[in-house]
């Protein structure tokens, strides 16, 4: 099941799982735990992904460990992506998958 982010009277964010024919619609209110929370979009970024379309390649990932073996580093250590087989050469290397 999917999980969908919601918040309190207090705006502190809570994620609640519901199957997606089940979720309330953005802005509805639900129960949970003695607590009114609002339902609210929440976005997953894939930086990897815009990096890679906005600058094509190569690019630093800001996403990947510091130092990954298997890819130069800038002096930050931060990996430098060389190509889209050596990105993916690296996830299956370190057992990585995009989420």
């Given at each position: ?93 370190h057992d990585m998958d995009k989420s």
């Open positions: 099941m999917p999980i969908y982010a919601f918040t309190d009277e207090s705006s502190v964010e809570h994620e609640l799982f519901y199957n997606s024919s089940d979720v309330p619609k953005i802005g509805d209110t639900v129960q949970s735990d003695g607590k009114t929370l609002t339902r609210v979009a929440s976005f997953v970024l894939d930086t990897a992904g815009i990096a890679r379309k906005t600058h094509q390649y190569p690019y630093v990932s800001r996403a990947l460990p510091r130092n990954l073996e298997g890819a130069d580093c800038n002096k930050l250590g931060q990996p430098v992506i060389r190509s889209q087989a050596h990105e993916r050469d690296i996830a299956s290397r």
